[in-house]
């Protein structure tokens, strides 16, 4: 049980793009959701928290406009990367718990994203 | 703001030997301390967790400690083998909610 599926698994595509990446919970219903972005070598950092129904709380640094996120039901949350530029380059992964405070945080496959 | 700061950054091993990763955390709120292994280009897999009101758990070869005094947890695993070699992450919880900030990894890298 518990499981995330992200898609898509890999991205390619021209600066001024915009990408969007979904995360699905299949089995629980999530009501919440978490944003990372991992670049190489290094470790996850947290990007936005996403709460079905309702806005999502950035991390300081994190350009709302930039990054959008959308959790419209229990059971999925979209990135989008607005005008995507070689430096959004990285490795974006998504996470989800089936109630408030509760974990662990489940994650999904990733999505490499590579802009050129 | 909260802060995981993770050693060592490698570690070497050889097979059969012991590993031990440490970690400290900065809010003593925190009471969720996860432990997760990541192979490249992977998701993080939860490989144990430990929560605040016991200070030892463990699960086979895998154990985790946690002195909330100090605010210190560790990761111990015993009888490396080959396939342990991985990226392994600690974290710990922001208060009054589930996101986790994450450490800065130890890459281990068991030889035969």
């Known amino acids: 049980g518990a499981v995330v599926s992200q898609h898509p698994s890999w991205v390619i595509c021209k600066s001024g793009t915009s990408v969007k990446i979904e995360c699905r919970s299949l089995d629980f219903q999530a009501t919440t959701m978490f944003w990372y972005r991992q670049f190489p070598k290094q470790s996850l950092m947290l990007m936005a928290t996403s709460n079905e129904g309702s806005k999502a709380t950035y991390e300081q640094g994190v350009e709302k406009d930039k990054f959008l996120i959308n959790h419209a039901s229990l059971t999925l949350s979209t990135l989008t990367v607005t005008s995507a530029h070689p430096e959004d380059s990285s490795f974006y992964i998504c996470?989800?718990?089936?109630?408030?405070?509760?974990?662990?945080?489940?994650f999904g496959d990733g999505t490499r994203l590579s802009i050129l | 703001g909260e802060n995981v700061e993770q050693h060592p950054s490698t570690l070497s091993v050889q097979e059969g030997d012991s590993a031990v990763i440490k970690c400290t955390y900065s809010?003593?709120?925190?009471?969720?301390f996860p432990w997760y292994k990541q192979e490249l280009g992977k998701r993080p897999q939860l490989i144990i967790d430990?929560?605040?009101?016991?200070g030892e758990k463990k699960d086979q070869r895998i154990a985790v400690t946690l002195n909330k005094t100090a605010k210190h947890f560790s990761l111990h695993i015993t009888e490396t083998q080959p396939e342990d070699s991985a990226v392994y992450f600690c974290a710990a919880n922001g208060v009054d909610t589930d996101k986790l900030i994450f450490g800065t990894g130890t890459r281990l890298q068991v030889f035969p």
């Open positions: 996470s989800a718990v089936g109630s408030p405070l509760s974990q662990p945080q489940h």
């Open positions: 430990i929560r605040s009101n016991v």
């Open positions: 809010d003593s709120a925190s009471n969720y």
